[in-house]
């Protein structure tokens, strides 16, 4: 026979590996896996190995992806990772990637976007409307950071000639809610705390800075 399909099987906790080998069943091979617990074991543990199948390599392949489908690969008894080239995000799998990525440089080191991307950049994030608990989600995730100077530097700047939340004014605007029809007037911190805005979204409105509001609210003129 060309091929053969095989199960090694871990006597001490039953864990097991499936897979196939072009060759004879006396020539060595003990098998390709990547998993590195298996080979821990496989040298600590007493193993036993059972023949499954045998035939030509394409019917010990078919034979072994039909096998593999028909069991939980994902679920501690096996030690496969894989059904061919269908990744079974395994815990171990999943540090293998994250070691993988660790100390990696950002793919844009070293490059910059030219302006016209920049811009369109721009344009794309004053169109996103954040949500309360997203907002919630990402102050909670920044706390207890340490923003480096050169951050807090790159803050104040983008924030030059944008009106501080700080400094409220009393002048009343007028808004219009072209969605419920309702129209509202007062100033900006009764119109965001009212409804629930975010505040520099109704600052921006009420500035002109900004034509629409959560796709609804617009300043009446």
Not at 30 to 48: G, Q
Not at 109 to 130: N, P, Y
Not at 151 to 166: A, D, F, L, Q
């Amino acid at each position: 026979m060309e091929a053969f399909v095989y199960i090694w099987i871990n006597k001490t906790n039953n864990r097991k590996y499936i897979g196939y080998h072009k060759g004879s069943q006396d020539d060595g091979y003990i098998s390709s896996t990547s998993n590195d617990n298996f080979w821990k074991d496989f040298e600590e543990h007493e193993f036993e190995r059972q023949i499954l199948f045998e035939g030509t390599r394409d019917e010990c392949l078919k034979y072994e992806q039909n096998y593999l489908k028909s069991i939980d690969i994902s679920s501690d008894e096996w030690y496969n990772n894989a059904r061919g080239a269908e990744i079974i995000f395994t815990p171990e799998v999943r540090d293998k990637i994250r070691n993988h990525h660790i100390g990696k440089p950002s793919g844009m080191l070293g490059k910059t976007h030219s302006e016209d991307t920049r811009q369109r950049l721009s344009e794309a994030h004053k169109q996103i409307e954040h949500t309360k608990d997203w907002n919630e989600k990402v102050s909670k995730a920044l706390k207890g950071k340490k923003k480096s100077e050169e951050h807090i530097k790159n803050m104040s700047k983008s924030r030059t000639g944008r009106p501080n939340v700080k400094n409220r004014d009393n002048k009343s605007y007028s808004f219009f809610n072209i969605r419920t029809k309702e129209s509202f007037s007062g100033t900006k911190m009764e119109f965001y705390t009212k409804y629930n805005l975010h505040p520099m979204y109704a600052y921006d409105l009420a500035n002109g800075k900004r034509k629409l509001v959560n796709k609804e609210w617009i300043l009446e003129t």
